[in-house]
């Protein structure tokens, strides 16, 4: 089945269709796939709870965890309501033993390896926050602008909805098949409030644009050479999701001097 195209775009994709000819080849044409309701309410509540006990500093971080605050509240142009409005997203949950469920999750790691092969390795772990009130846009880009590991057709992203995520509160967007160009040029997109890391592929044409409105449990695979982003969060509360990057374990990452080294986890 290819996904159809239009302005807000919605999968009927089954679980007995998760790792099939059907969805393999959704994903290779499109560069993207969603996924609906493989996670339950009861694993996404499990995560929310975890997210918020770290957020909100009811409980230390693991070692290795960064909570990373929006830039408008680091640099004081607004005053968060609570704790938790001021996350933007924590980055790196392989240590902590509740989120990194979801990188297990044999449901994940079916249709991961249906894309990319067996042996997988987690290399980028997230929970995004994007609270109301900040600026919170993610400027269109690619995901493999971040990682060294090549190729770039034996990596995958996911990205789960926590919560409902719609055109108001900031959902994904994606260009489909841009996955078939090179890598952008990617720049400082030249807003006044930009979180740290953020950059933006040049030269991307908008109107390509198709927004992904997902409901709790909603999954979406992303080629990393895929351009997709978000927007602002314009209602009253925080839009979440969970993300984990696979590479397989047949990547390898071209020589010469290393500023930090990934940190990966051996998943199968």
């Known amino acids: 089945m290819v996904p159809a195209e239009s302005e807000t775009h919605q999968s009927e994709l089954t679980h007995a ?21 493989l996670f ?30 929006d830039v408008m509240v680091a640099r004081g142009a607004i005053q968060a309501k609570t704790p938790i409005h001021a996350v933007n997203k924590i980055l790196s949950f392989e240590n902590d033993p509740i989120l990194f469920r979801y990188s297990r999750d044999p449901k994940l790691v079916e249709v991961a390896q249906s894309l990319i092969g067996e042996g997988l390795a ?5 929970v995004f926050n994007k609270p109301p009130g900040v600026d919170g846009r993610h400027p269109l880009h690619q995901d493999l602008r971040y990682f060294k ?92 999701a969970i993300s984990t990057h696979y590479a397989s374990t047949d990547c390898q990452r071209p020589p010469g001097k290393r500023k930090r080294e990934p940190v990966m986890r051996r998943i199968s």
Request: charged share 20%; proline share 5%.
């Open 17 to 37: 269709q998760l790792a099939t000819s059907e969805t393999t080849q959704s994903y290779w044409e499109n560069g993207y796939l969603l996924l609906p309701g």
């Open 149 to 240: 590991l090549r190729p770039a057709d034996k990596i995958v992203g996911t990205w789960t909805a926590i919560s409902a995520c719609s055109r108001e509160n900031g959902c994904l967007a994606v260009i489909p098949r841009s996955h078939r160009g090179g890598l952008a040029q990617h720049t400082d997109p030249g807003w006044e409030y930009v979180n740290y890391g953020f950059f933006a592929a040049e030269g991307i044409d908008l109107d390509a644009r198709v927004h992904l409105e997902m409901q709790p449990g909603d999954t979406v695979l992303l080629h990393p050479m895929l351009i997709h982003g978000s927007g602002r969060n314009q209602s009253a509360a925080c839009r979440r």
């Open 40 to 69: 339950d309410s009861e694993a996404l509540s499990r995560f929310e709870e975890r997210f918020l006990e770290i957020a909100s500093g009811r409980s230390e971080a693991p070692e290795g965890m960064i909570v990373m605050q």
């Open 122 to 126: 987690t290399i980028s772990t997230n």
